[in-house]
């Protein structure tokens, strides 16, 4: 199985940080981005399952993250993290297609937890595409001994 891969997206470097190296002493690799463009960027070279999102940044905001993020990469599962104050904005994420939310200052254990759940969803939203893909050129023994027959 492969091993899940995390994107951090905030605009507070010192919270993007702490919780990078948090998290990187649980095994997981955490790579981090200050900005919706970044994360964007980063997406393009880096293979990455899970992106934990604020949801209040200047510039590119989280949800118009999200929605780029979606559209472009549909199996990366988003986890919206938000403030008191943009609980609403978070709400608006998960109909975007947000997997979950947090409300800042998120545990660490919590985040774990979230994004391990996220994870095993792209990982069987994974294995259902490539056992679509598989079915489609594999034939049944039958199929085989039909068209041997004629």
Do not use: C, W
């Not at 891969?5 to 790579?31: A, P, S």
């Not at 949800?63 to 993020?69: D, G, H, P, R």
């Not at 939310?101 to 985040?111: G, H, Q, S, T």
């Amino acid at each position: 199985m492969e091993k899940m891969k995390i994107m951090l997206v905030d605009d507070e470097e010192r919270y993007l940080q702490t919780t990078r190296k948090l998290i990187e002493k649980t095994g997981i690799e955490t790579l981090t981005a200050l900005n919706g463009n970044q994360a964007l960027e980063i997406l393009e070279t880096r293979t990455v399952h899970v992106v934990i999102l604020d949801v209040k940044m200047p510039g590119m905001d989280g949800n118009e993250t999200l929605k780029a993020i979606k559209a472009r990469y549909p199996l990366v599962e988003v986890i919206m993290l938000t403030g008191h104050a943009t609980l609403d904005s978070a709400i608006d994420g998960l109909k975007s297609g947000a997997n979950d939310y947090l409300v800042k200052p998120a545990d660490i254990d919590e985040i774990i937890e979230k994004a391990k759940a996220a994870f095993e969803k792209n990982q069987l939203q994974e294995q259902k595409i490539r056992a679509a893909q598989t079915k489609r050129y594999m034939r049944s023994p039958r199929e085989i001994l039909k068209n041997d027959d004629e």
